[in-house]
């Protein structure tokens, strides 16, 4: 944690497992027992029904860019000065759930609504791994 | 819904100087504007027994300023835990507690050394717990950054340009020229806009709001009683707060928000305007929630001035000029009067309603719109003279 220097993910009793996915690169979202519904980010109970039964199912890791912003000025400034430009955008999986994530390997002007992306999974030390996105080759 | 209309008004108001150093502690500034309002009613701290407020543990608590103050008893303060989208409802509040016999003049406030001590944008702790985890990991950490999600969504809906935003930031910082107490008072152009540095896209710095260190501060009474008291009062004719569904484990977020184009003001437009009997085309002057030029076109639409997705074009026609159909901001609000968290808009509209805004002042004003909120959740008033 020390030698990334970044905010990391404190995991705890509802994200847990999905931290523990990312490590296993499988990208794991909750899926209702009682009613079906997916869910993002995790709970210990479905928004939906209210049902505490779940299943962990692993998404396809395939989406699309719902919202992105570029970070220019970094926040906190000695944290992030070496990476802006930055992409930082709502993927919309195609299990329906949203969720925060970066956009790589992708020139941040060259980002469109609604752009195909799958997971990338970027193992940033010992004990994380983010989930990341990338541009869905053509 | 409201039930309360025009029982309760705001009797005075109170401010400190607006400036990035105030070299004195956010007490000491609460305690000047809520002096100032209990003066500008004509009370004595032995008429006030009730104080709230709100804030971000960036602030002195309710029960300071009671103290502060030397009140003798107060029987109601209370704190929320809020950002802009309490400044409303303090207000609401203190109506509230007034109705059910808690307190009968009660002082609302935010104080706050916004720019010198305890600043909101500045950052988050490295180890990201809730929510929170799934954001500041990939450096999705300040508001800019937060609001700038919810204007690319519009963007993508509907097509509002950033020359539309820029409208927004001219537009306050031509009425902050007219204003004494406004930090930024050298006019703008569209093209200073497009050409001021880029913070995060869509965002330019001119479509960021000031950073402040300052007070506000309303002093609320019955309205039988504020027809005793030393100034025209001001009612609450009508008042909402809330938002739609999934609004959030905090005010950064927003992953579950059914759609991003558009924000709490669509959830209570019905309830402001039915509470308060009218509706948008009898507002003389709106002080709209502005932390970012973008927030004033999402509330635009949702609250009925203008249909989703017209708000660009809204701005951008002068609408929202001093001279327009609907002045906005006439103080210059949070993009270039100052960052009061809100609470400076009450103030501007209670003094429009009073006749007493000087040079900026909009002639024949007599109903009012002050709004609090930019995302999922916020309040709105309306008030007449």
């Known amino acids: ?138 | 819904m409201w039930r309360l209309r025009d029982k309760y008004a705001i009797a005075g108001v109170g401010y400190t100087a607006f400036s990035a150093r105030s070299s004195v502690t956010v007490r000491d500034l609460a305690l000047e504007a809520c002096g100032g309002a209990m003066a500008d009613a004509g009370l004595m701290p032995a008429d006030i027994d009730g104080v709230v407020s709100f804030h971000f543990n960036d602030s002195v608590p309710a029960m300071a300023v009671a103290t502060g103050l030397g009140l003798p008893g107060a029987r109601y303060a209370i704190d929320y835990q809020a950002g802009g989208n309490a400044a409303n409802l303090i207000v609401q509040t203190a109506a509230m507690a007034i109705e059910a016999g808690l307190a009968t003049n009660i002082l609302c406030y935010r104080a706050m050394n916004g720019r010198s001590g305890f600043r909101l944008g500045g950052g988050r702790e490295l180890a990201a717990h809730g929510v929170t985890q799934y954001t500041a990991p990939y450096g999705w950490i300040s508001y800019p950054q937060a609001m700038a999600m919810w204007c690319r969504r519009h963007m993508i809906e509907y097509g509002t340009t950033s020359e539309q935003l820029g409208a927004v930031a001219v537009t306050c910082r031509r009425n902050a020229a007219l204003n004494d107490r406004a930090m930024q008072r050298q006019p703008i152009t569209l093209d200073d806009h497009q050409a001021s540095r880029m913070i995060v896209e869509p965002f330019h710095l001119l479509d960021i709001c000031l950073e402040t260190d300052g007070a506000c501060a309303v002093l609320v009474t019955s309205a039988e009683r504020a027809r005793d008291l030393a100034r025209t009062p001001v009612y609450i004719m009508g008042a909402a707060y809330g938002g739609g569904p999934n609004q959030g484990d905090d005010l950064f977020d927003a992953m579950r928000w059914p759609d991003h184009s558009h924000n709490y003001a669509r959830y209570i437009a019905d309830d402001l305007w039915a509470s308060a009997g009218i509706g948008p085309d009898d507002v003389d002057v709106a002080e709209i929630y502005d932390c970012f030029t973008y927030s004033v076109i999402m509330q635009l639409e949702g609250l009925g001035f203008c249909a989703p997705g017209e708000g660009g074009a809204f701005v951008q026609a002068g609408r929202i000029d001093r001279d327009g159909a609907l002045p906005v901001n006439t103080h210059g609000g949070l993009l270039s009067e100052a960052y009061i968290h809100g609470l400076n808009h009450v103030v501007e509209a209670v003094e429009q309603l009073r006749g007493q805004a000087g040079a900026r002042q909009v002639d024949g004003a007599e109903i009012a719109l002050t709004t609090a909120g930019a995302m999922t959740c916020g309040g709105a008033m309306v008030l007449r003279n």
């Open chain 1, 1 to 138: 944690m020390t030698a990334y220097g970044k905010p990391v993910p404190a995991p705890d009793a509802d994200s847990a497992p999905y931290w523990q996915g990312c490590r296993e690169h499988r990208l794991l979202i909750q899926k209702c027992g009682a009613c079906g519904a997916v869910r993002f980010p995790p709970a210990s109970l479905c928004p939906d029904c209210g049902s505490a039964a779940h299943d962990w199912i692993a998404a396809s890791g395939r989406g699309r860019v719902y919202s992105w912003i570029v970070v220019t000025y970094p926040v906190p400034k000695d944290i992030y000065a070496g990476d802006v430009p930055y992409v930082v955008a709502l993927v919309e999986l195609d299990e329906g759930v949203r969720l925060p994530t970066n956009i790589v390997e992708c020139d941040p002007h060259d980002l469109m609504a609604d752009m195909p992306v799958e997971v990338v999974f970027d193992d940033v030390d010992d004990t994380l791994t983010l989930p990341k996105f990338r541009p869905l080759p053509d």
